[in-house]
């Protein structure tokens, strides 16, 4: 069983910046892709950016220059840089892992990704 547990949430003001973790465990297999995804109140969850197991990455236009996610394969930890942080940007955000490379259409797209951990509050204020 795969698991996914997110940290680095917090509050910050505008312009700021956060890293976010995501640490995986339970599989060995060398296929994968890893994603982190937000979801704000009263609006569905989006993807942000994620990244495969060929270190291909995937980034929405909203973050696009602002949010970097990399990987460190020895720790099986996926990280989101996130700096010029906007107040819209506040949403719990959420990682999620599925344990085989996706087309790139579909890498910021949530009902690909079959494990989820429980999300961390990022909230930016002006």
């Known amino acids: 069983q795969v698991q996914v547990v997110e940290s680095g949430g917090g509050s910050v003001q505008s312009g700021g910046s956060l890293r976010l973790s995501c640490a995986a465990s339970?599989?060995?297999?060398?296929?994968?892709?890893m994603g982190w995804f937000r979801q704000a109140p009263g609006k569905e969850r989006e993807g942000v950016a994620s990244?495969?197991?060929?270190?291909?990455?995937t980034y929405a236009d909203s973050v696009k220059g602002r949010f970097t996610i990399s990987q460190d394969n020895a720790k099986n930890i996926v990280y989101l840089q996130m700096n010029s942080l906007k107040p819209e940007d506040t949403a719990m955000y959420y990682c999620?892992?599925?344990?085989?490379?996706?087309?790139?259409?579909?890498?910021?797209?949530?009902?690909?990704?079959?494990?989820w951990g429980q999300g961390t509050q990022v909230t930016v204020s002006s």
């Open positions: 339970g599989y060995r297999g060398s296929s994968y892709c």
């Open positions: 999620a892992a599925i344990t085989r490379n996706l087309a790139s259409w579909a890498r910021l797209r949530p009902g690909f990704f079959d494990y």
């Open positions: 990244i495969d197991s060929n270190g291909s990455t």
